[in-house]
């Protein structure tokens, strides 16, 4: 079976993860079962870690067993592929401050025990300090200061790697996109070494991608 990245399968072109709940879809997502295993079709046009993988970043930090910070969980749909991936090993800390959103992630860790939800404002990371050291920090943020938030979170959680789905548009409405992801670029690079970059277009219009290693 083919492999974009371990945990991370190609079915005719899509990205896949295998079901850690067999039986369920999260999002209404497609499942396939190969022997005794399914796998969940991991739909780019709604989560943009799955665009970035089709759109060929190389690399790829959350592994089995990972810890995994993300902030702006949403209702959880990357949220439960990065649970596939790190399995029961790892765990997945889903920060969200819209109520409603809240309430699918708390629905969605009552079937992945390896998900915690945690109903947080991401730029103030002290107020869950409890979370400790992360291996990733992944951000998907509408905030104009999603890069510093991001940044904010990964030193204060001493995180190894960073990652990003940059909205352009969210940070200045009127400024190229371009212009947008060379200037977030270099504020990453305060404290990061840039591993990957890619644009999500066609499949998230005006959003850039990067994965970062954060500098010891």
Same mark, same amino acid.
């Given at each position: ?13 899509? *990205? !896949?993860?295998?079901?850690? @709940?067999?039986?369920? %879809? ?7 079962? #190969?022997?005794?295993? &399914? ?33 702006? *969980? !949403?209702?959880?749909?990357? @949220?439960?592929?990065? %649970? ?7 765990? #997945?800390?889903?920060? &969200? ?39 990733? @920090? ?79």
């Amino acid at each position: 079976m083919k492999q974009f990245f371990p945990g991370v399968y190609s079915f005719g072109g899509k *990205a !896949a993860t295998l079901n850690m @709940v067999k039986g369920i %879809s999260v999002y209404g997502e497609k499942r396939i079962q #190969v022997g005794k295993d &399914e796998f969940r079709i991991w739909e780019e046009k709604r989560s943009k870690l799955a665009a970035a993988v089709l759109k060929g970043i190389k690399n790829l930090p959350i592994k089995e067993g990972s810890k995994i910070l993300y902030l702006g *969980a !949403a209702n959880g749909t990357t @949220v439960s592929h990065v %649970s596939d991936i790190v399995g029961l090993n790892g765990f #997945v800390y889903a920060v &969200e401050f819209a109520p409603r959103s809240m309430s699918d992630l708390i629905s969605l860790s009552e079937k992945r025990k390896n998900i915690f939800p945690i109903f947080a404002d991401a730029r103030f990371p002290e107020r869950y300090a409890e979370v400790g050291k992360v291996d990733v @920090v992944y951000a998907d943020l509408s905030d104009p200061q999603q890069v510093e938030i991001l940044l904010r979170n990964a030193v204060f959680f001493k995180s190894g790697f960073v990652m990003i789905a940059l909205k352009a548009r969210c940070v200045d409405s009127s400024e190229k996109p371009k212009v947008i992801y060379d200037k977030s670029r270099k504020e990453l690079e305060e404290k990061c070494r840039i591993l990957d970059f890619v644009i999500l277009d066609p499949f998230e219009v005006d959003h850039g991608f990067f994965v970062g290693e954060v500098k010891s």
